[in-house]
């Protein structure tokens, strides 16, 4: 039986508002309510981006009906498999075994936050899969250890379990996507209701399963309005994918011209930093004394040894060691004669 949702627009809305919406979706007769789970927003135009499970978490403690999915989580690189499985089973135990976990391999966009870099997208997909086998084997029970190649968990175990696990529905357009959603998931989520998408994702075994497609919609009794609104939550993912940055699309893949790491990259993030906060009080007196020494005539050395040097040579040399004291132990300031720097 096909079922209708209601988007929890985060990109536009903030937590407070979010939390009316899901009210106001439930009461209004939609089935389920589906919310990204990004850090940034898609552009920099919009104007919000809330953690997506402080939002879930109140939304499922203010409703009682609809049912509530992530549209979609990766819990691959911002976030570690092991919380994500935590945080859904949380959900799940709030909202009464309301809540479907939807993952994806994830965008750029929010991903390289944490300094991680970007894999490419076979070995995303990989992290995705033992991502998937972990959570489901903590959401078991028990003491779990898991070791693939690119996912492990060390020694840990839920103690609040839902009475069933979230059903895992998992994003794909792609056929390596299709074919872990078909196996590996309870269904397919897509971000918009393709008819060959769902042929191919039944032919790759997913057939009988879930299938959730999303249709962006605007409306408002002004047409101009509504045209405004439209605008305004157009996505253009193709320009996102593998960009590196803030929050804006055509930004973030100027950006990555160099790589993550590359000098054009960080040239820029150093030039928009405020002075003071890279230097600090240090720095400005350093500064000043350069500044000083350049006006008196004298330059600052390059480096130490040509300073150790020069303090060297005009040293005052020791011909003999202190005393020796009981037992012959000259001391920790005895020196053997020869030149002395004084710094």
Known sequence: MTTFGYTLFSELNGPRELLAQAETAEAAGFDFAVISDHFHPWLDSHTDSPFAWTVLGAVAARTERIRLATLVTCPTIRYHPAIIAQAAATVAVLSGGRFTLA???????NEHVVGRGWPPVD?????LAEAVEAMREL???????Y?????????????TLPDQPPEVLIAGSGPEAMSLAATAGDGLVATEPDAELISAFARDGGAGKRTLGQVALSYDTDEAKAR???????FRRQRVEGDVGAAEPGELRGRDQHGPRGGHHRARRLRTRPRGARRGDQGVRRCRLRRGLCRAGRRRPRGLLPLLGRRAAAA????????????????????????????
Request: proline share 10%.
């Open 103 to 109: 993952v994806g391999a994830g965008e750029n966009l």
């Open 123 to 127: 070995i995303r997909q990989e992290m």
């Open 139 to 145: 959401w078991q029970g028990g003491w779990v250890t």
């Open 147 to 159: 070791r693939g190649k690119h996912i492990t968990v060390e020694d840990a175990r839920l103690y």
């Open 228 to 234: 405004q609104h439209a605008m305004r939550f157009k």
């Open 316 to 343: 005052p040399r020791l011909t003999a060691s202190p005393p020796a004291g009981p037992g012959g132990h000259r001391g920790w300031f005895s020196r053997p004669a020869g030149p002395v720097p004084f710094i």
